[in-house]
């Protein structure tokens, strides 16, 4: 009986007009409340949809977003295939339901969300297929429709922010068997696998060989000494240029030449949410986070303006952020998971999730060097992220908490005296050692983090590395407290207008490009101090030589 109702099952797309009986959905919700929870978090929560009008905004929703999915199908034979498929079931299906999950339930501790908060919404899909079994059995059936935007979703419906929605569902009797098989299988879009994929895995993996040193190039002899001697040639008095004379020495040390070339330039931005948000040590609530990061997805943020006006890639990483985008988003996803745990009262993160930031970190930036790039600048954001950073200058510099601590987001004055009152408790709460990877786990965010591992796979890959404000300069910290070979290639490229920065860049003997009392993040500063990066390299390769252009250096 179980296996003929698995092979009946269909993701249904047609439906008749006849109305679905209370018993029957009553029948089905029960079906999936028995489903599997983790930790009996009981988290999944229903919403019944009978109104014509809403089901036409979600239609109208969806087809916003199908015709994008339509542009992204490659091949001609398919893309016909598809717009042929009559998607109508939203408006004409007698019932519409969404199955959400509901994130509050994680503020307090449940036994199996521990490792993953995404356990919460696994559960959920097993309610899912209970259900569709459940309607399956009554000669009813069900559609999933997951091609939508769900932040335009949840806003057409009103949900509240903690509620998430897996996906929209059409309910009704069935119009069409499709010939008892899959819709699109029997309208020719391909064919499903006749047997699951099943492998035995009988070994552990290697372990990884180290490659620290693997892409360090062996610079030419004497570089520094060729680059000073091709600088000081120009046609000026000795020094006249200042700071990009140091800055052209840099970056032709690093990449080794005397004729440097600045290829791909590239800025990344993770973004990721913090536990600590929620006790109000920011003027913003977290949701920010993920506002921002549609905000950058759309091209409308500070940071989108000046990479296209520099000609910078831009790429955005979810490292964290509490919030599922949609799967067709321009967006490197590495979410360690729903935003960091508080550090309150316990370690933000595990050991194991600190080793894979760094790891992740380190693999978007092997990917866009194996690319052909050599510049890379990093910028951040995430609600809360200058409380972490604050405690990481305090612990791993041994400075006063209230030189580090500053307005982050531009909090008042009896704000940031809550905020650090907060930050001391959490200080206070703290019982272990000062080994820097123990504390970048209890006090760090995932963004920070996977800022740190980038840092140091750009180091190994002999990139110039720009970097930010605070939040940034502290990830750079942890990276040069892991390697401090970093500072070689880092390029400091402004002093924000948040207190700490200042005393950080000091702290460890860095010169910042500029000064413009900047307090965005999101790379900001980065993407302004880039074009002193090619004037660097411009008057190295292209101004005259006293030699050259026949000048005598006596005239000056």
């Not at 194996?370 to 951040?380: D, H, L, R, V, W």
């Not at 954001?381 to 510099?397: D, E, K, W």
């Not at 209890?442 to 920070?448: A, L, N």
């Amino acid at each position: 009986m179980l296996e003929d109702l698995l092979k009946l099952r269909r993701d249904t797309r047609h439906f008749t007009n006849e109305p679905v009986p209370d018993a029957v959905l009553e029948k089905a919700l029960k079906a999936g409340h028995m489903a599997p929870s983790v930790g009996l978090t009981d988290a999944t929560r229903y919403y019944v949809i009978r109104s014509q009008e809403i089901k036409q905004a979600v239609k109208q929703l969806f087809d916003s977003y199908n015709q994008k999915a339509e542009e992204l199908i490659e091949t001609e034979q398919q893309k016909s295939a598809y717009q042929a498929l009559k998607l109508e079931g939203i408006t004409d299906a007698p019932l519409g339901l969404v199955v959400c999950y509901d994130r509050s339930v994680l503020n307090e501790f449940t036994i199996g969300t521990i490792a993953s908060n995404d356990t919460i919404k696994s559960s959920a899909v097993c309610a899912v297929q209970n259900i569709w079994l459940s309607l399956t059995e009554q000669g009813y059936s069900m559609g999933w429709v997951s091609i939508l935007n769900y932040y335009q979703f949840k806003k057409i419906l009103n949900l509240p922010d903690e509620i998430e929605p897996l996906g929209y569902f059409c309910v009704g009797k069935p119009a069409t068997d499709y010939e008892k098989q899959p819709m699109l299988q029997q309208l020719g879009w391909k064919n499903k696998s006749e047997l699951p994929s099943v492998t035995e895995i009988k070994s552990l993996a290697s372990p990884l060989a180290d490659e620290s040193d693997k892409y360090t190039q062996e610079l030419p002899k004497n570089i520094s000494a060729q680059l000073k001697a091709t600088i000081d040639g120009k046609t000026k008095p000795l020094g006249s240029l200042g700071k990009l004379e140091d800055l052209a020495l840099q970056i032709g040390t690093i990449l080794g030449s005397t004729s440097p070339e600045i290829k791909m330039p590239h800025l990344l931005v993770f973004a990721a949410d913090h536990g600590i948000a929620h006790h109000g040590v920011s003027a913003y609530p977290q949701e920010v986070t993920r506002q921002m990061v549609n905000n950058f997805l759309e091209g409308g943020a500070a940071i989108n303006v000046f990479c296209r006006q520099h000609q910078i890639s831009l790429k955005v990483v979810d490292a964290g952020v509490n919030y599922d985008f949609a799967s067709n988003a321009d967006l490197i996803v590495h979410k360690i998971a729903k935003g960091t745990n508080s550090f309150l009262h316990g370690p933000a993160m595990s050991a194991k999730e600190l080793e894979l930031c760094l790891q992740i970190g380190a693999e978007v930036v092997a990917e866009i060097a194996a690319k052909g790039s050599n510049t890379i600048g990093f910028g951040e954001m995430g609600i809360g992220n200058t409380s972490s950073a604050s405690v990481l200058m305090h612990m791993l510099c041994g400075l006063p908490l209230q030189d580090c601590v500053g307005r982050g987001t531009g909090v008042n004055a009896a704000q940031l005296q809550k905020k650090q009152e907060i930050l001391q408790t959490a200080i206070s709460h703290y019982k272990g050692s000062l080994e820097p990877k123990l504390l970048m786990a209890h006090f760090g965010g995932f963004e920070i983090m996977q800022i740190a591992g980038a840092i140091l796979e750009a180091r190994r890959r002999n990139m110039l590395i720009l970097v930010d404000g605070f939040i940034c300069t502290v990830a750079y910290l942890c990276a040069f407290k892991l390697n401090p070979q970093v500072k070689a290639n880092a390029i400091f490229s402004h002093q924000s207008d948040e207190q700490g920065h200042r005393i950080l860049l000091d702290q460890l003997d860095a010169k910042a490009l500029l000064k413009l009392n900047l307090r965005l993040g999101e790379g900001t500063g980065c993407a302004l101090a880039f074009p002193l990066l090619h004037s660097a390299v411009k008057f190295l390769n292209e101004m005259a030589s006293f030699e050259s252009a026949d000048v005598s250096t006596q005239s000056l």
